[in-house]
């Protein structure tokens, strides 16, 4: 079994910082593309950042600037670094991992459990 668990969400004034980690655990081979998602209320789900297992960095044009994801491939983790927060920011967040297990079948999509970003004054 493969584990995603996120930390790090929380309240944040318009303009300030947060930052998401999400650490995988478990039955893991190797971690492909890993990423961060988010859902606000009656919205679907959306990519905000991917990282592949290189360093190679894809973020949506509305957190271009401002929202930094970075990975530790030899401790299984994921970041996101949310500066200028605005409140359009205010979600769910949630971590995102292409996981390859021992054994005889390929990788598969993991989610972590989400994490509630706030952003208000």
């Known amino acids: 079994q493969v584990q995603l668990r996120e930390s790090g969400g929380g309240l944040a004034q318009p303009g300030g910082s947060l930052r998401l980690s999400c650490a995988a655990s478990g039955s893991i081979f190797r971690i492909n593309g890993m990423a961060w998602y988010r859902q606000a209320p009656g919205n679907q789900r959306e990519s905000v950042c991917h990282?592949?297992?290189?360093?190679?960095?894809n973020c949506v044009d509305s957190v271009k600037g401002r929202f930094t994801i970075s990975r530790d491939n030899s401790k299984n983790t994921v970041d996101l670094q949310m500066n200028s927060l605005k409140p359009e920011d205010t979600a769910v967040y949630y971590c995102?991992?292409?996981?390859?297990?021992?054994?005889?079948?390929?990788?598969?999509?993991?989610w972590g459990q989400g994490t509630q970003v706030t952003v208000s004054s």
């Open positions: 995102y991992a292409n996981i390859l297990s021992p054994g005889p079948n390929g990788p598969r999509g993991y």
């Open positions: 990282i592949t297992r290189d360093g190679n960095i």
